[in-house]
């Protein structure tokens, strides 16, 4: 099949190359230039494993072209997904449907009768319904628009596009659900469960997945407070209730808050649907509260730790990114952190594995280190924020020996408190008994 891919970010670049892989004639589309100038170079612009062989592999063997000109890139197409970035909107939290409205009126110029146009962003219920209303607007028939919400994790893309839970596909009329169904027809010798919805419900379903999962977080970030009222341990409890299979083991860690490109705006965008419906989400909004307060009580938690006036103190920051293996920055949870440390009067040095370039962009005055070692020297206190694997197996003593101070606060439960106190540090973890 032909395919175009509107939008070359995390999820257009990486469905994009999968689809290439599965076999099928891809042209990724972007209007930011650099990125494209950069990709026929053969320079990914985003951190992601196994994502640069891939897309060499189908450059290679001309099954993956990249375009800055959308009517060339969108030529032959008998799909064309859009997966343009839908960020909140300022003010009201409302998804930004902006990058895709405008997306759809440059595709109506072009498109041919018989052209299927598949949503993969991130849009609120009824947003196909909206598509449908341009394309006709602007003269456009015989489209059928589907929805094919993208449940792919960052730093983990590659393998959960290959082997999804599931594939959902909202489509109103049969061209639709044909070409997507043999768009997706190699995965279903991997026996990925295919699931036909109608539009709306696809659209939804996003929406509902991201915010169940932003409940489960923040349920055990409020266990893991209760935890250290009662003097529990939260890694314990989540385990416990995690081997229940109706539970699952799963987002069941505690630690900052959640944060990345999509839990905080689509919980705030589901709130908008629902308000617009005159339907209260109230564990969602609560959701939102309860994460938003997290992650501001985060710096008062280092603060407390440290014990003493930040002012003159120096915090080593380890992790950046909103999660391992990415180097997405954003509203990742170092950034209250990072920030609010230095407002407090603290000078920070940090270490991330690959987020430093994204970080530069969102921080003025951190100093960036070269590997963990380096980022606790002369510190007065480090802080690992988030879980990278390469955090997971430090020399505790040499940290503490490089360390001025002899503060561990673990915002992601990595080690024990024996373990980093036999290695000389006063160890302060998330959840682990009274504090
Ligand atoms: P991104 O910001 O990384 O990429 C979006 C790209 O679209 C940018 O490169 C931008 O230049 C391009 N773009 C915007 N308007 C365009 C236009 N008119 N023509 C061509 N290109 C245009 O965003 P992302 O993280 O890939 O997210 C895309 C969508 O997928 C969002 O709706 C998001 O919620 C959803 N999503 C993201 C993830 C994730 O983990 N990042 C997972 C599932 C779903």
Known sequence: MRIAMIGTGYVGLVSGACFADFGHEVCCIDKDESKIDGLNQGKMP??????EALVKANVERRRLT????????????????????????????????TFVFQAVRELAKVIPPGTVVVTKSTVPVGTGD???????????????????????????????????????????????????????????????????????TAE???????????????????????????????????????????IGPKFLH????????????????????????????????????????????????????IGEDLKGKRVGVLGLAFKPN???????????????????????????????????????SVEFASDAYSAAEDADALVIVTEWDEFRALDL???????????LVDLRNVYDRTEAQEAGLAYYGVGRGAV
């Open 46 to 51: 985003i951190w992601e494993p196994g994502l």
């Open 66 to 97: 990249f375009s800055k000109d959308l009517p060339a890139g969108v030529k032959g197409a008998e799909a064309v997904f859009i997966a343009v970035g839908t960020p909140a909107r300022r003010g009201d939290g409302h998804a930004d449907l």
């Open 130 to 200: 909206m598509i449908e209303a341009i394309l006709r607007e602007e003269g456009v028939t015989d489209v059928s628009v589907a929805s094919n919400p993208e449940f792919l994790r960052e730093g983990a893309a590659i393998a959960d596009f290959k082997h999804p839970d599931r594939i959902v596909v909202g489509a109103e009329d049969q061209r639709a659900q044909d070409v997507l169904r043999e768009i997706y027809r190699p995965l279903f010798l991997n026996r990925a469960p295919i699931l036909i919805t109608g539009r709306r």
């Open 204 to 246: 939804l379903t996003k929406y509902a997945a991201n915010a169940f999962l932003a409940v489960k977080i923040s349920f055990i970030n409020e266990i893991a407070d209760l935890c250290e009222a009662v003097d529990a341990d939260v890694q314990d409890v989540a385990r416990g209730i995690g081997l229940d299979n109706r």
């Open 254 to 305: 505690a630690g900052p808050g959640y944060g990345g490109s999509c839990f905080p705006k689509d919980t705030l965008a589901l709130l908008q649907t629902a308000d617009a419906a005159g339907v209260d989400q109230r564990i969602v909004r609560t959701t939102v509260q309860v994460n938003d307060d997290r992650k501001a009580a985060m710096v008062d938690r280092v603060a407390r730790a």
């Open 326 to 364: 990415t180097d997405d920055m954003r509203d990742a949870p170092s950034i209250p952190i990072v920030n609010g440390l230095i407002k407090l009067g603290a000078s920070v040095r940090a270490f991330d594995p690959v987020a430093q370039e994204q970080a530069e962009k969102v921080f003025d």
């Open 397 to 407: 003593g040499k940290l503490a020996r490089a360390m001025r101070g002899k503060t």
